[in-house]
Each structure stands twice: as C-alpha cells, then as structure tokens.
C-alpha cells in the first residue's frame, strides 16, 4: 500500500505485514499475560484451570492452549452480569450487551484501553476495504447496547473521516441524507444495503449520480450473490466485515480490497477452527466452529469461546501485503441462533414468552423469509380451542401482547398468526421449530 495515498488511513504495516515467526512469538506473550490475568482475577477461570491442574505458568507454546477447556455462551449467562470481568467495575469505562431477554443477554465491558484497542481495529478495518480520512462514512447500524454502530464510529473517527451517525432504520431519510451529505462509504447489514438500493428505486434516486464508493457490511450471514448484487445496484465495492460481542463486536476481521476472505486481527485474536462434534482442529483448510481467544483484552478477556460460527482458514498468502491469516465468509451456525434484521435471536427466547401468554400451547414454528431485502418472521402458534374457535377479541387480544412482548423484550417485529390445536407438527425431541426460507 502506498503510504503516502493513505497518509491518513489506519494502517500498521508493522503489525499486519508481520513475519509469521514473530506474530507467534508476540501471541504467546499475549496469551500468557491473558491466561495470568484470567487465572487471577477471574473466579470462574481460576476454578477451572484448577479442576485440570493447569498452571498457566506453564504455558511455553501456543499449541498448549488446545489443553484449556472452552468457553461457552452459556458460561456468560451464568456469570450474568459482571462475573466474567477481569477488572473492577470501576476500571469499566463502556458496556454492552447482546440482544435478549433480561435472563438470557451476555454482558461484556471495556477498559478506556480496551476501547483504544477496539478503536484501532476498526479503523484497520476500515482501511483495508478502502476507507479513509477523507471520505464520509454514513453509520447505518444501530447505536446503543450493540456494539455495531459504536464500534463502527470509533474507528471512523479514527481515520480522520467524517462520520455520520445516523443509525438504523427511516430508510428514506438514510437516501436523503446520503444524497444531500454526499456519504462516501456506507456501513450497516448486507440485507439493508438491498433494501436502501430497493428504496431508492421507489424514489427514483439514481444510485449512480450519488458519492457512494465503498460499503462495509456485517453483523449478518450473507453471500457473495448478494454482495455482485450490492456492487451493481448500488456502484460500490462491498466488503465484509466480522465480529461478536462476546469477543470484543466489529473489528475482529475484515476484509481488504482482494475480497478474498477476512483478514482476522490476529495480534490480538487467536483463532482456531475445531470440528463442532469431537471439538478437535480441523484438517488445515477445512471448515469448522470458529473459537477465538482474545490476546489484549483487560475488561472481559475470553479464552477458547466457541463462537458457533462456521468457517475455513485461509492461510496463503494475500496480494494486499497483510500476513494476517482470513477466513472465509461465515458459512452458518452449529446452533439455532437466528439473526433477524442484525439482531440475534434464540427460538427458545421466542418460545419463553409464548408460553407465558395465558391461552397459548406449547407448540409453535418459526417462518424466516426475506421480503424486498427485509426479514420478516411470522409466529404460528397453537391456541387451546375454546379460544380458537369461539373468542375473537380474545385472539386478538392474545395476538397483541405476543407482538408487543416480542418487540419489546427481544427488538423485534413479528407477524402472528394463533391456529387450531394439533395443527403444527410434532417432534420426538429437539425438532427445528425453525423454517428458514431466506435464500441469500
Ligand atoms: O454483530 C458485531 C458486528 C457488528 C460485526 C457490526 C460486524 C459489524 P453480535 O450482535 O454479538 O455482534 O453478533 C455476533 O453475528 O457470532 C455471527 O453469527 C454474526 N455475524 C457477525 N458478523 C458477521 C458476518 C455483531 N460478517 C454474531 N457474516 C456472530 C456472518 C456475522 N455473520
């Protein structure tokens, strides 16, 4: 990269072109500095590397962390809301979380260090899909508990860029906006992306005649169709970018300008690709759960977390110069989260409330289509038949508070529809309730 073109991008060359001998050498010092802060400060891990007599002084080689259990979402929900910190709450400068019900959200929180950090990788990010100081960045993704639209304006700052944090939704003000601001770089989900250019359409805008160059999408599954579709309906070059709360939100890895995979920010995140049954590494190349380590964090270090998401690494060598190791696009999940409209969502926080709702059966599906590029999802569930049949206002009544219950406690919108009793099929165990007909 010239360094004189990108003067004011957030570009490390010493960092991400570094010799592969001396990144290793660098992760282990990390790791071992993790692992003595977790062993430390953090009961849940203490007990742990205790239950296997594992002295984290012991650690001499990266290989030995396959040694250390894994970490789970699961293990975040039982140490709601602080019990993973590795700091005092005092040393906490931001926190988030990720969507759900009270019960069921993962906190996570930062240092002011932690912050710089995350900040630096985004704007790395950033650079590498072709944004920089000069260009006007329109954060399309939502501000507030998730990291999104935060992590993603921090590290605009970053670059010197001109930042507009206009956040998700009121898709005719975003084109309006886009078109009267001259945003230059557009930041939100792959699927909102689409639904902006239908938009646009409608109001006969011209994507063409606007500044747009480059967009930066993630927080969602996509595929490279919709990615060709973005790039022609739109004019841009899209690139994806990926990331989890849990392990710090956006900025764990992005692509560059080769759209050939995600460079993962391997100075401070240690991957590995295990197989999701046996839990042991994949032959190199092949596909597997992603489960990272984080190497700086101060405020909610985590070791081995089983993402659930499944990729490939992709270890030759990159025409951009970065020696950072990809992966390539999330492939899918090993477990039943759904993202809808960039908002996770577990069928069984779905199912939590149903069953509350006085008059509902425990029987119910989930259908997910993708209408004009948006996700719609409809809850059919079974309603006991004095009500099916005879109480109108009832149904409606009943219809009401599902919605309003599911917008409120998991951000939301549903359609529901109550049917006859016995009328949805019935699975001997964990059937999939789920009937996803998003094609993407
Ligand atoms: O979605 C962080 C993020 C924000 C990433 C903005 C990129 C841009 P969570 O809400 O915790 O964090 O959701 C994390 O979303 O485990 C994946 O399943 C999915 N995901 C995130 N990025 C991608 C992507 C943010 N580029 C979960 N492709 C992850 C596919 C993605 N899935």
């Not at 790791?31 to 650690?59: C, D, M, W």
């Not at 939704?169 to 975003?174: D, L, S, V």
């Not at 080769?258 to 995140?269: T, Y």
Request: proline share 4%; with cysteine; hydrophobic share 40%.
């Amino acid at each position: 990269m010239n360094s004189n073109e990108r003067q004011w991008s957030y570009w490390e060359p010493e960092q991400e072109t570094i010799d592969r001998a001396d990144l290793e050498q660098l992760q282990l010092e990390r790791l071992q500095a993790t692992l003595y802060r977790v062993g430390t400060h953090v009961p849940f891990y203490r007990n742990k590397f205790f239950n296997i007599k594992f002295n984290y002084e012991s650690l001499r080689d990266l290989s030995d962390l396959s040694r250390l259990p894994f970490t789970t979402k699961q293990d975040l929900r039982d140490n709601y809301p602080y019990g993973l910190f590795a700091v005092p709450l005092r040393d906490v400068v931001r926190i988030h979380s990720s969507s759900g019900t009270t019960g069921m959200a993962t906190v996570v929180g930062y240092t002011g260090n932690d912050i710089n950090t995350w900040t630096n990788l985004v704007a790395r990010v950033l650079t590498a899909a072709g944004v920089g100081k000069d260009d006007v960045i329109q954060i399309a993704f939502g501000y507030g508990l998730f990291t999104g639209g935060f992590g993603l304006h921090y590290g605009a700052e970053r670059l010197g860029a001109s930042v507009i944090p206009i956040s998700a939704g009121n898709t005719r003000r975003q084109i309006q906006i886009m078109q009267d601001f001259k945003s230059s770089a557009l930041v939100c989900t792959p699927s909102y992306a689409l639904k902006m250019a239908d938009v646009m359409m409608d109001m006969g805008v011209n994507p063409n005649g606007l500044s747009l160059k480059y967009g930066l999408f993630g927080a969602e599954p996509w595929s490279e169709r919709m990615r060709l579709e973005i790039n022609e309906r739109l004019g841009i070059v899209a690139t994806d970018n990926y990331g989890l709360s849990e392990v710090m939100g956006p900025g764990v890895a992005g692509e560059c300008l080769e759209c050939n995979g995600l460079h993962i920010n391997e100075d401070h995140f240690l991957v590995e690709i295990v197989d999701p049954v046996s839990l042991k590494p994949v032959a190199p190349g092949e596909i597997g759960e992603l489960v990272i380590t984080t190497l700086t964090k101060e405020a909610f270090p985590m070791i081995r977390y089983r993402t659930r998401d499944l990729s490939r690494l992709l270890t030759e060598p990159c025409p951009c110069g970065r020696t950072f190791h990809r992966i390539e696009r999330i492939t899918g999940r090993t477990d039943d989260m759904l993202i809808i409209k960039g908002v996770n969502v577990f069928p069984t926080q779905i199912e939590t409330i149903l069953f509350d709702i006085e008059g509902t059966q425990p029987h119910y599906n989930l259908i997910v289509e993708r209408e004009h590029h948006e996700d719609k999802v409809t809850v059919l569930v079974e309603v006991v038949e004095s009500i099916f049949f005879d109480q109108m206002k009832k149904q409606r009544t009943i219809i009401d508070i599902i919605k309003k219950r599911l917008a409120s406690e998991l951000g939301v919108s549903v359609d529901v529809k109550l049917v006859e009793e016995r009328s949805l099929e019935r699975f001997n165990g964990k059937g999939s309730r789920v009937i996803d007909k998003r094609a993407l």
